[in-house]
T-cell receptor
């Protein structure tokens, strides 16, 4: 059974702080990794994707991937109240296979 | 312009009824998906179609039957609805299936409540 694990939270950070969201996965042959943001009552939207070990930065967001440790993380710098949402980690094995989602981490940014 | 649209947005029905949810994408994508998100927010793949052909069929009761009349549409028909079917159903699409980097775009969701 392929699994993606996330701490459900809530993770509470003050405005301007760095939020760190973590995800581990069980399938060693996983090739692609995604972070989706889901606001309450809305659909998931892609914010970052990463395929190679290391860091990938996009604005205030940095995704980090360590395939040896089967670990992927998302850092949000200068957190804003508008970042308050559930963050879903998703992992895909080989091309053509389904995305496996974690249960999500709820982030709360207080002003 | 709506990229991935679903109808209806809300669906309240009685146990035992049969209902359908429709999905359409205007992105020109080849691949479409149905996901179920339960009350604990766990999002799980149900089906995937590539160019009208079923390619992923997870362990889903056979009361659920997807139908793809063309590659822009993927509908979900549910027979004999049960209380446990209450969830949010999301349709998604991606350009194709073959690339590991394919991004999936989600529709707004259909909130199904079975009474």
């Amino acid at each position: 059974q392929k699994e993606v694990e996330q701490n459900s939270g809530p993770l509470s950070v003050p405005e301007g702080a760095i939020a760190s969201l973590n995800c581990t996965y069980s399938d060693r042959v996983s090739q692609s990794f995604f972070w989706y943001r889901q606001y309450s009552g809305k659909s998931p939207e892609l914010i970052m994707s990463i395929y190679s070990n290391g860091d990938k930065e996009d604005g205030r967001f940095t995704a980090q991937l360590n395939k040896a440790s089967q670990y992927v993380s998302l850092l949000i710098r200068d957190s804003q109240p508008s970042d308050s949402a559930t963050y879903l980690c998703a992992v895909r094995g080989q091309a053509g296979t389904a995305l496996i989602f974690g249960k999500g981490t709820t982030l709360s940014v207080s002003s | 312009d709506t990229a991935v649209s679903q109808t209806p947005k809300y669906l309240v029905t009685q146990m035992g009824n049969d209902k359908s949810i429709k999905c359409e994408q205007n992105l020109g994508h080849d691949t479409m998906y149905w996901y179920k998100q339960d009350s604990k927010k766990f999002l799980k793949i149900m089906f995937s179609y590539n160019n009208k052909e079923l390619i992923i069929n997870e362990t889903v009761p056979n009361r659920f039957s997807p139908k793809s009349p063309d590659k822009a549409h993927l509908n979900l028909h549910i027979n004999s609805l049960e209380l446990g079917d209450s969830a949010v159903y999301f349709c998604a699409s991606s350009l194709r299936t073959s690339g590991v980097s394919e991004t999936q775009y989600f529709g707004p969701g259909t909130r199904l409540l079975v009474l």
